[in-house]
C-alpha cells in the first residue's frame, strides 16, 4: 500500500500573486520543483497585509487590497488571509501574522504534516507560533535581511532567536546567512545551506541574434534588474556608463527611483543609451538576458541573487558586487567577475577585466547547469518530509534527515 503523501503548509508573505506576478517568485519555484518529485502535496498561505482601498493614489499598498483571498497557481491552492500592519508597533507584526494564519488554517478545514515557512521575520517567528499551537514541526529558511538587517533590532533579534529555538530544521539559501544564523544562536545540526537553483529549461542561451534584433540591439549590451530601489545600485550602472562610451544599459524593473534614474541618466549625459523597460514578468525575462552581453548586479546586499543564475544559464556572464551570497555564484572566470567595491569606479575596472577575458556563452551556461533544481528540490524533500515523520512519530521534531545529506547544495 502506498504511503500517504506528506501534507505541506508553505507559509510565507514572500509569494507570488495575481496582482504581484513576480513577488517572491523564488519560493514557488522551491516549492514547485519539490513537489514535482512526488510524495507530498502543498497548500500555500501567503497573507497580505490588509488595506482599506486599491484606488491607485495610495500606489503599492492600495495593490495589497487587490489580491484575492483565495487563487490557484500552478494547480496549487493559495490562500491570502489579512493581517494588520501597525508601522509603530512593529513587534506585533508576528503575533498579528500569526493569528490570521491561524484563521485561515481553521476555515480551510485541512491537516497538515509540516510547516514550510520562508523568512525569519516575521514570517518564520509566526510559522513557530502556529507550528506550536499545532503540534506542528516547522522549517523555516532564512533569505537575506532577515538574518543580517532585521537582527539589529534587539525586539526583533530576540523574537527571531525565540523562533530559531522552535525550528525543526533551518535553512539559509548561501553560506554566509548560515554564519548569520549561526551567530543568532541557531544550532549548528539543525541548520543547513539549501542554494536556490534555476530553472535550466526556461533559461537558456535561446536565439540570441533574434532577441537583439527584437530589441534593435546594435552595440554591446549591459543588463541591470531589479526593483528601482536604491539597494540594487541602479545608479551605480548608470554612473559607470559616463565611462563606457561603447555600451548601451536595458534597466529591467520598476520602483520608486524611477524618476530619480532618468534624471541622473540625463544629468550625467547618458540618456540617449538607457533604455528603461519597466516591470518584466519573470517568464519574459530570458529573452532580455540573452540578448544583454553582461549583466550588472551592483546591489548593496543579496541572500542569494536569483538573476545571476538565471542570466548565466542563458550565456550571459555577469560583474556583479562581492556581497552574501554572490561569491557562491560567481565562484569560476566562466561566470564573470565581482566588483572590488560598490562604485561606479570599481564596475567599470571589472567589466574591463571580464571583456578583456571574455568566457564563451557556451562555458557561461555550462556553469549555470551546475546550480540545476532538481539536487535541490531532493533535499528540500528530504528535509520536509523527515521533519513531518519526526513529527508524526512524537519523536523530538528538531534536526536534520538522520540519513547523511550534503548540507551545501
Known amino acids: 500500500m502506498r504511503p500517504a503523501p506528506t501534507r505541506v503548509l508553505v507559509f510565507s508573505t514572500l509569494y507570488p500573486n495575481a496582482a504581484q506576478p513576480n513577488h517572491g517568485v523564488f519560493v514557488e519555484n522551491r516549492l514547485r520543483h519539490t513537489l514535482a518529485l512526488g510524495e507530498m502535496q502543498a497548500t500555500v498561505l501567503a497573507p497580505v497585509p490588509y ?17 484575492p483571498d483565495r487563487e490557484c497557481r500552478h494547480g496549487l491552492e493559495i490562500l491570502h488571509p489579512r493581517y494588520l500592519v501597525l508601522p509603530r508597533l512593529n513587534f506585533l507584526t508576528p503575533y498579528l501574522l500569526y493569528r490570521a494564519a491561524l484563521k485561515a488554517v481553521k476555515r480551510a478545514g485541512k491537516g497538515f504534516d509540516v510547516i514550510d515557512a520562508h523568512y525569519f521575520y516575521p514570517d518564520g517567528v509566526a ?16 533569505r537575506g535581511s532577515d538574518l543580517t538587517m532585521i537582527p539589529r533590532d534587539p525586539v526583533a533579534r530576540r523574537q527571531i532567536q525565540w523562533a530559531a529555538g522552535q525550528a525543526n530544521t533551518m535553512i539559509a539559501v548561501c553560506e554566509d546567512l548560515r554564519r548569520h544564523l549561526l551567530a543568532l544562536g541557531a544550532k549548528v545540526e539543525r541548520t543547513l545551506v539549501l542554494r536556490n537553483g534555476v530553472d535550466l529549461e526556461r533559461f537558456s542561451p535561446g536565439d540570441r541574434l533574434a532577441a537583439r534584433a527584437v530589441r534593435g540591439l546594435a552595440r ?77 548586479l ?96 512524537g519523536r523530538d521534531i528538531h534536526g536534520l534527515p538522520a540519513a547523511p545529506v550534503d548540507n551545501r547544495v
Open 298 to 393: 551592483a546591489s548593496e546586499r543579496e541572500g542569494w541573487a536569483n538573476v545571476l543564475l538565471e542570466a548565466m544559464a542563458c550565456g550571459t556572464p555577469v560583474v556583479a558586487t562581492d556581497v552574501n551570497g554572490t561569491s557562491e555564484a560567481v565562484c569560476d572566470p566562466a561566470a564573470g567577475v565581482l566588483m572590488a567595491d560598490r562604485s561606479a569606479a570599481a564596475l567599470v575596472a571589472a567589466l574591463d577585466i571580464l571583456r578583456r577575458n571574455m568566457p564563451s556563452r557556451v562555458a557561461t551556461r555550462a556553469h549555470a547547469c551546475r546550480f540545476g533544481w532538481e539536487p535541490i528540490a531532493r533535499l528540500n524533500k528530504g528535509v520536509l518530509i523527515s521533519a513531518a515523520e519526526a513529527g508524526r512519530g
Open 127 to 142: 510559522a513557530a507560533l502556529l507550528g506550536r499551537k499545532l503540534g506542528l514541526p516547522v522549517v523555516v529558511t532564512g
Open 220 to 296: 554591446f549590451t549591459l543588463l541591470s534588474v531589479g526593483s528601482l530601489i536604491p539597494r540594487k545600485g541602479h545608479h551605480i550602472a548608470i554612473a559607470a556608463l559616463v565611462d563606457l562610451p561603447d555600451c548601451d544599459l536595458l534597466i529591467a524593473g520598476d520602483g520608486p527611483m524611477r524618476e530619480e534614474l532618468v534624471r541622473l541618466a540625463a544629468r550625467t549625459g547618458v540618456a540617449d543609451r538607457v533604455r528603461f523597460l519597466g516591470g518584466v514578468p519573470h517568464a519574459d525575462l530570458p529573452e532580455i538576458y540573452r540578448a544583454a552581453d553582461v549583466l550588472l
Open 51 to 67: 488595506f482599506p482601498s486599491s484606488h491607485a493614489v495610495f500606489g503599492r499598498y492600495g495593490v495589497f487590497a487587490t489580491v
